[in-house]
């Protein structure tokens, strides 16, 4: 296969009456599906005093109310489902508020479409059919490894879905099989470049380049991946709730990520008060989704941060782009590509008998995220057999393990030592500097 | 035949327990005895002092997480194979062992061994059995002077 550089060049190069022609069409087309078949929409259109008429083009889009994690929250699992279930062929989730999953739907036709914004994505990091993709993104509900996987197809590259971990496995099978595009977190990427280094094993790899998302990285970061694993690293974004990673990504200019703006509409907006924001100005991420069948979301709010540019970039593509999360407009953090909300954190405090009073500190060691909760003991809690204490540490590790999915330590503090400010608590210190 | 342990909690970090000692020193608290048990974020220290209600007051007025628990002071011979007989008297009764510590008193010829246990009564009738001593928290003050 000749190397070509777009995976779609009508879509992704497209003039912006073009685009603004199929997002005009795509966007009526999904209102009046969705408020005839979903009572939850019509309920909040109705509410908002709109209907599908009023909805002419994207100059109407303001028009509609936003869609919150709550909505989704409430609407779960079913009452945001726009298909008929017999018509739907997969889920998948994302950890949301106080232990409530996220599920979407997908038709196969809304798996396609996912599975085509990776495979630009792909291709906007110099993949081709020859290509052997690792994908070391975590398979299952979570649909980093699902979505790249997918993408690969598309392309016809050689995939290696290893998903994640086993690192041994990983770096055996990126020698044997000479992989040359790695798919993974970048805090995985700077740990498998650490460990193939160690093992002398750098001169054996082939790798050309890296996709990594799920997390916040910074510049250093990249440098630091790509010079020790001799390759370029691109950037990619999405979430579960659009579809899943591929929302937007990279290309070689790396000048921001390019959106699939045929298929998910973004605008940004100011988080307080819902208005929507020029290209150029920083504010929160909307998204609405106009080709989906199954779960199509109107203008529902990311709360990242981001500012977008529709100034020509110089790789051809005509899409919007956004850049790299600049931060949250609500609290919650990504930790090892998990969503972490502290409201599940303290769910399992008082849970677990503990106080609500607590703090979160998340640090990076060596490219790698570390979460920890500090509890203050109290009396009820204490004893002095440090076997019972330590048991009761364990049982708070285990369940909030099982409640973020991942590894928290968790360390006792003396009584009245975190900080109690007036107002807000300042429940979260996050170390890591990843939007400076 | 019991004295009164004062378990604190302490954050494992430098000076946490200077900070303990001396709040005991300003309020003229004269320790007996002193055990720390650590895990990896923090520790636990055991004490067993002249007044063990002004302690407990002081330490809950400072803000310290304590308790207060029944131990046993075990009096030992100060010669070989005397603590083999103590733990002989409670293995052979069946009496479990959580933690031990020693201390000494201005009495000559004897140690003193701070043993925690699940069973007290079980574990003084075990020992009284075997001819060992015991000291209740009354009996304490006298060891010092």
Same mark, same amino acid.
């Given at each position: 296969m000749k190397m070509e550089r777009y995976y779609d060049r009508e879509h992704e190069c497209a003039s912006r009456e073009q685009m603004i022609a199929w997002q005009s069409e795509r966007l009526v087309k999904t209102v009046e599906r969705v408020y005839n078949n979903v009572p939850y929409y019509r309920k909040k259109m109705d509410e908002a005093g709109v209907r599908p008429e009023h909805i002419h083009g994207i100059e109407d889009l303001h028009l509609l109310p936003f869609l919150t994690k709550d909505d989704l929250r409430d609407a779960y699992p079913y009452g945001l489902l726009a298909e008929p279930l017999e018509n739907c062929v997969r889920i998948q989730s994302t950890s949301g508020t106080t232990g409530r999953r996220v599920v979407a739907f997908y038709t196969q036709h809304d798996v396609d479409l996912w599975e085509e914004c990776c495979a630009r994505a792909l291709v906007a990091a110099g993949g081709t059919n020859e290509d052997v993709v690792q994908v070391c993104y975590g398979y299952g509900l979570f649909t980093g490894g699902p979505g790249l996987n997918g993408g690969s197809h598309k392309l016809g590259s050689l995939t290696l879905p290893m998903s994640s971990g086993n690192t041994d496995r990983q770096i055996q099978f990126m020698v044997d099989l000479g992989a040359t595009i790695l798919c993974c977190t970048p805090s995985y990427a700077a740990y498998l470049a650490e460990s193939i280094i160690e093992r002398g094993q750098r001169d054996q790899i082939k790798l050309k380049a890296g996709i990594f998302g799920a997390e916040a990285w910074t510049e250093e970061m990249r440098h630091d991946i790509e010079e020790k694993l001799g390759i370029k690293a691109y950037d990619i974004y999405g979430l579960t709730e659009i579809s899943g990673p591929g929302v937007s990504f990279e290309c070689s200019d790396q000048k921001g990520m390019h959106i699939n703006e045929d298929h998910f509409i973004a605008e940004v907006i100011n988080p307080v008060t819902g208005e929507v924001l020029p290209d150029g100005e920083k504010g929160e991420l909307v998204f609405t989704s106009i080709t989906k069948e199954a779960f199509p979301l109107l203008r529902? #709010?990311? #709360?990242d941060i981001t500012i977008l540019s529709r100034e020509q970039c110089p790789c051809g593509r005509t899409t919007v782009r956004m850049t790299k999360p600049l931060g949250r407009s609500d609290d919650m953090l990504i930790v090892k590509g998990v969503n972490v909300f502290p409201s599940q954190i303290e769910t399992v405090l008082l849970n677990t008998g503990y106080p609500a009073n607590y703090q979160i500190i998340v640090t990076r060691e060596n490219n790698s995220d570390r979460i920890e909760v500090q509890v203050e003991m109290t009396p009820e809690m204490f004893s002095d057999s440090l076997s019972e204490v330590s048991a009761r540490e364990k049982e708070l590790v285990n369940a909030l393990k099982a409640m973020l999915g991942i590894y928290c330590a968790v360390k006792l503090v003396a009584p009245k030592t975190i900080e109690r400010s007036e107002g807000k608590a300042k429940r979260v210190i996050d170390k890591r500097n990843l939007y400076a | 035949m019991t004295v009164r342990q004062i378990s604190v909690f302490l954050e494992n970090r430098p000076a946490a327990l200077l900070e303990f000692t001396k709040l005991l020193e300003e309020n003229s608290i004269d320790l007996r005895a002193l055990s720390l048990a650590e895990a990896e974020d923090f520790g636990i220290v055991r004490i067993i002092v002249d007044d063990s209600y002004k302690t407990m007051q002081v330490l809950k007025d400072a803000g310290y997480v304590c308790n207060m628990t029944k131990v046993l002071a075990v009096e030992v011979e100060d010669k070989p194979g005397a603590l083999v007989k103590v733990l002989k008297a409670l293995g052979d009764n069946g009496v479990n062992l959580e933690y031990t510590y020693a201390f000494l008193s201005s009495k000559k010829g004897s140690a003193f061994m701070i043993m925690r246990v699940a069973d007290n009564d079980a574990a003084v009738k075990a020992l009284s059995a075997a001819g060992i001593k015991t000291v209740c928290q009354d009996d304490l003050g006298a060891l010092f002077q």
């Open positions: 529902y #709010r990311t #709360r | -």
